[in-house]
């Protein structure tokens, strides 16, 4: 069973910056398109960001984020899915999951998404 394993998440201030991880070791991943999501209390799964398979066409699914968080990655000894949150917010405060989309090199839609990690929780207090 793949693993998708994040990390980075924690409790901030209004305004500070968090940079999430997610790693697996399934190099067939590093042919995948990935992404991030978050879930909020009480909402649905927020499409937060994917990036293609090279790296080199990342998508912001969230108008709040744009200008605000970046995605990157890095396809060696596997692959490590990057989240760099900056300038964060009390309304960023959710659980943030990473996913890969099997198969597919470029995922814009968040119906792609099938595999997934547990999930890191970001808090930010104002």
């Known amino acids: 069973q793949v693993q998708l394993v994040e990390s980075g998440g924690g409790s901030v201030q209004a305004g500070d910056s968090l940079r999430l991880s997610c790693t697996t070791s399934e190099h067939t991943f590093s042919t995948y398109a990935m992404g991030w999501f978050r879930q909020a209390p009480g909402k649905e799964r927020e499409f937060v960001a994917s990036i293609d398979y090279i790296g080199e066409r990342p998508f912001y699914a969230a108008d709040s984020v744009k200008g605000r968080f970046i995605i990157s990655r890095e396809n060696v000894a596997g692959v490590t899915v990057y989240l760099q949150m900056n300038n964060l917010k009390p309304e960023d405060t959710a659980v943030y999951y990473c996913?890969?989309?099997?198969?597919?090199?470029?995922?814009?839609?968040?119906?792609?998404?099938?595999?997934w990690g547990q999930g890191t929780q970001v808090t930010v207090s104002s």
């Open positions: 996913a890969g989309a099997t198969g597919v090199t470029l995922a814009i839609v968040p119906r792609l998404f099938n595999t």
